[in-house]
């Protein structure tokens, strides 16, 4: 453990992977002035990062030069802010930030401000490199089932709060895309909530989702899908009440829509979709949450202050339950990590990453790269 004072003043320079006009990405020298850690955020000295889609999607979206990429990062704590009271300097996290927006910090870098409130505190046996697959995957899991499907946490299932667990029936969710990143997430805290889970997955990965506590997987390919999942639900009874869309394209979010039962219910998704979409069936609502408005406005997407207590709650309690005792590899009991594979070492293995994502020769697995 390195020994950092609880705060401290400071500049300093650091190298930081940045965009450039034409849609690359280059090295480049960010300075930091001590003023500009703010009171709610933490220093973080960067181990390992995680590579998402939307490392590159943001460019494409936001179109700011100079701007530094990366939003999940893993790493030590140089100094926390003068409001910050739940970290120290020398702890362990995992953070994000709003890649490909802001010209002076990102998480592609050797250091990355994180809001203190968006950190995920790393238990002694997880490797930097499996913390840094963590954030956004599994907050954007934690944000859509507990907060915007209002389903119960794990604590709150254990604690008999959830009112299907007090009737003993369990209610049904689908996961459409349960091997994304936030699907392998959220088919284990679903399961852990009470609920009982459907997923889509490809048929080599049918068993893989099953082990992950899904009691059903289908083939997201299969013409049949729709009546597969309704039948497998029960349609006669309630069906399915919640849907986490993961894909959000591709025709993915209309089947969502047509597999829910006869009462209707809730189904969230991560992409925009169209208006139609949105308006498919008047007992089905339809919304979409980005992990992202925890931090503040993103697109047309506003800030979602409201959503964090219920994760910051979760994080404190749920989190360090769930955590503990984790095996690098295997996780715990309750709760398995993504397969990691390894990026070459330095910048240009996190562009090699980037690049990969960007013609989609990735699979069941998070790419975890290192700056140095």
Same mark, same amino acid.
Request: charged letters at 25%.
């Given at each position: ?104 910090? =990102? ?24 913390? /840094? ?25 254990? /604690? ?17 895309? =349960? ?6 997430? /959220? ?64 025709? /993915? ?120």
């Amino acid at each position: 453990m390195m020994n950092f004072p609880k705060s401290v003043s400071l500049s300093l320079t650091y190298r930081a992977l940045v965009t450039q006009s034409g849609g690359g990405f280059k090295v480049a020298e960010v300075y930091l002035d001590a003023n500009e850690v703010k009171p709610h955020e933490v220093l973080v000295k960067v181990r390992a990062v995680g590579l998402n889609p939307t490392d590159w999607k943001s460019f494409d979206w936001l179109k700011i030069e100079d701007a530094v990429v990366g939003c999940d990062a893993a790493g030590d704590i140089v100094c926390v802010g003068s409001e910050v009271t739940r970290f120290k300097a020398g702890d362990r996290v995992a953070g994000f930030t709003i890649g490909c927006s802001q010209t002076h910090n =990102g998480a592609f870098a050797e250091y990355v401000r994180f809001d203190a409130f968006t950190l995920l505190r790393l238990p002694e046996g997880m490797p930097y490199e499996e913390g /840094a697959s963590l954030p956004i995957p599994h907050l954007t899991a934690v944000q859509n089932l507990h907060v915007h499907l209002n389903l119960p946490t794990p604590s709150q299932a254990e /604690a008999k709060l959830s009112p299907s667990a007090a009737a003993g029936t369990p209610e049904t969710i689908l996961i459409w895309g =349960g091997t994304t990143a936030t699907g392998h997430h /959220a088919i284990q805290l679903a399961r852990l909530s009470g609920l009982r889970v459907i997923a889509t997955a490809s048929p080599q990965a049918f068993d893989e989702v099953l082990a992950l506590g899904a009691s059903f997987v289908f083939d997201y390919r299969d013409v049949d899908v729709v009546e597969k999942i309704r039948e497998a639900a029960g349609d006669s009874e309630m069906g399915v009440r919640y849907v986490l869309d993961t894909i959000s394209k591709g025709g /993915a979010t209309e089947k969502c829509i047509d597999a829910m039962g006869p009462k209707g219910g809730q189904v969230v998704h991560l992409l925009p979709v169209s208006k139609d979409i949105v308006k498919r069936r008047a007992d089905v609502e339809v919304s979409l949450t980005l992990v992202y408005n925890l931090l503040g406005p993103m697109l047309s997407d506003p800030f979602r202050p409201q959503d964090r207590p219920p994760v910051q709650r979760y994080l404190e309690n749920d989190w360090i339950q769930l955590s503990k005792g984790w095996s690098n590899g295997v996780g715990t009991e309750r709760l398995k990590p993504q397969r990691i594979r390894r990026l070459e070492r330095g910048f240009d293995g996190i562009v090699d990453g980037l690049k990969q994502m960007r013609e989609g020769r990735y699979g069941r697995e998070k790419l975890v790269g290192y700056v140095c």
